[in-house]
């Protein structure tokens, strides 16, 4: 069974800076695309930066230039470092790993979710 755990989650200050990390279990292969999403107090549920297995990125306007990611493809890691930190970023951080797993003709969609990590920043 494919487990997804975040770490690194906290209470930093209006412009501190944390660094989020996500390490898989029970999976036999790279996963396609792996990436962060967060859900804010009273919020849906919002892509943050997503990662492919060849190393392209895409990021939420919101987090443009201060947000990178990155993954250790072999492990099935990925990580989040978050810069310049701003109160609107305060969510529960998830990890997810998605894709399509084929074989001969078959093929299955993969979608995993870690547990969440609480980041809280504060004015």
């Known amino acids: 069974q494919v487990q997804l755990v975040e770490s690194g989650g906290g209470s930093v200050q209006d412009g501190g800076s944390l660094k989020l990390s996500c390490v898989s279990s029970g999976s036999t292969i790279s996963f396609n695309t792996m990436g962060w999403y967060r859900q804010g107090p009273g919020k849906e549920r919002e892509m943050v930066a997503r990662i492919d297995a060849g190393g392209m990125t895409n990021y939420a306007d919101s987090v443009k230039g201060r947000f990178t990611i990155s993954r250790h493809s072999s492990a099935n890691t990925v990580y989040l470092e978050m810069d310049g930190l701003k109160p609107e970023d305060t969510a529960v951080y998830y990890c997810?790993?998605?894709?399509?797993?084929?074989?001969?003709?078959?093929?299955?969609?993969?979608?995993?979710w870690g547990q969440g990590t609480q980041v809280t920043v504060s004015s």
């Open positions: 997810n790993a998605a894709g399509l797993l084929t074989w001969g003709k078959s093929a299955r969609r993969y979608d995993y």
